[in-house]
């Protein structure tokens, strides 16, 4: 994750198209306690060295020059927690699994998890061209609703007693204009 496709205002993170398995932008909705966490990675890393540039990543690996957290450093948080734990074959990817389970037990469609989960070819129900083409929506506040779920689910499970509260409900927009002329 770096810090330049971030953007705390929207409550977002853009993964550029190069970076996902799916090979095309992602826009990823931030939830209240995900920007809690992310600022705390923030205020947690080095200090850069006199005259040079903070590290464009949130999460830093150690060293003079810390670049991105390495992915070894993931993997032994997994051994750790699955020794705390005692799961022996958990994996970060059956987290994912999991999130999605909950958020398909809280009611949350199928189509706007395969939008979460980034996967390709997930029409909803809709025509291919339909979706594909006509439809240009990018569900980024039903995904942002689906992201609140999950982590109210993950904060009731981890912390008994800690509540995020929902947000108030979306404005109605305003009626489309007409874009021909009614009859006088």
């Given at each position: 994750m770096r810090v330049a496709e971030l953007d705390f205002a929207e409550k977002t993170w853009t993964i550029p198209a190069g970076r996902t398995k799916a090979g095309r932008t992602t826009?990823?909705?931030l939830g209240a306690f995900s920007i809690v966490l992310i600022k705390e990675a923030l205020a947690l890393r080095p200090k850069p060295s006199e005259g040079a540039e903070?590290?464009?990543?949130?999460?830093?690996?150690?060293?003079?020059?810390?670049?991105?957290?390495h992915p070894s450093a993931?993997?032994?948080?997994m051994r750790d927690i699955r020794a705390a734990i005692d799961?022996?074959?958990?994996t970060v990817h059956d987290l994912r699994r999991s999130g999605a389970t909950r958020l398909a037990r809280a009611r949350t469609s199928p189509f706007i998890l395969?939008?979460?989960?980034?996967h390709a070819n997930e029409l909803g129900g809709g025509s291919s061209i339909t979706m594909s083409v006509y439809v240009q929506h990018d569900y980024?506040?039903?995904?942002?609703?689906?992201i609140e779920c999950l982590e109210r689910l993950i904060l009731a499970a981890v912390?008994?007693?800690?509540?995020?509260?929902?947000?108030?409900?979306?404005?109605?927009?305003a009626p489309p204009r007409l874009l021909f002329h009614e009859p006088a």
């Open positions: 826009v990823v909705p903070p590290s464009p990543f949130v999460f830093v690996g150690r060293g003079e020059a810390p670049g991105a957290i993931i993997s032994h948080a799961i022996p074959d958990i395969s939008k979460l989960l980034n980024l506040e039903e995904k942002r609703e689906a912390r008994p007693g800690t509540e995020l509260q929902p947000p108030p409900p979306p404005a109605l927009p």
